[in-house]
T-cell receptor
């Protein structure tokens, strides 16, 4: 049973485009989600937290839709440097405490 | 800005050998983690550690794996007898502990690429 699922892409978009990714989750009790960015063969780096209804940081907006159990990430005015894999991260409560699990990631390629 | 540091960046070993991967978490963080990522696959949780003991572990973290915090700064992952399928990037992470897992963001080290031959 997969806890967090993402469209793997790749999304190929021109510079300046707006692009959106979705991530679905299976545990309706989940409250905290994160979007991480991972460059090729590098560590995941936190992009945004999504705790309640949403979060906005510059060109990036994350939304949490509890009714439909998905999280979205919107990137406006895409830059070449936005090319990366975007990882949706959510809680998994299979054990005693819970831990964060990662989606497979959505690959974004921004072209000039 | 404080960061999680990992050594070595690359480790090559023969099948059946023991390896120890080292991490220095951010100094005031309370929770420590190991994740791994096999090439082309997703980041997978291995184990979390709090208050000098394992707080959670995945099915991957079998008897071949162990973790230790030998002093106040280092956090290590030991693989007793490596297999070919242990080849992966191993990431150490830490979190502040102001909110209990899994509701808190993780800070990752740059990883150790383990190659088992």
């Amino acid at each position: 049973r997969k806890e967090v699922e993402q469209d793997p892409g790749p999304f190929n978009v021109p510079e300046g485009a707006t692009v959106a990714f979705n991530c679905t989750y299976s545990n309706s009790a989940s409250q905290s989600f994160f979007w991480y960015r991972q460059d090729c063969r590098k560590e995941p780096k936190l992009l945004m937290s999504v705790y309640s209804s949403g979060n906005e940081d510059g060109r990036f907006t994350a939304q949490l839709n509890r009714a439909s159990q998905y999280i979205s990430l919107l990137i406006r005015d895409s830059k070449l440097s936005d090319s990366a894999t975007y990882l949706c991260v959510g809680p998994y409560y299979g054990g005693s405490q819970g831990n964060l699990i990662f989606g497979k990631g959505t690959k974004l390629s921004v072209k000039p | 800005e404080p960061e999680v540091t990992q050594t070595p960046s690359h480790q090559v070993t023969q099948m059946g050998q023991e390896v120890i991967l080292r991490c220095v978490p951010i100094s005031n963080h309370l929770y420590f983690y190991w994740y791994r990522q096999i090439l082309g696959q997703k980041v997978e949780f291995l184990v979390s550690f709090y208050n000098n003991e394992i707080s959670e572990k995945s099915e991957i973290f079998d008897d071949q794996f162990s973790v230790e915090r030998p002093d106040g700064s280092n956090f290590t992952l030991k693989i007793r007898s490596t297999k070919l399928e242990d080849s992966a990037m191993y990431f150490c992470a830490s979190s502040r502990g102001t909110v209990r897992p899994p509701n808190e963001k993780l800070f990752f080290g740059s990883g150790t690429q383990l190659s088992v031959l």
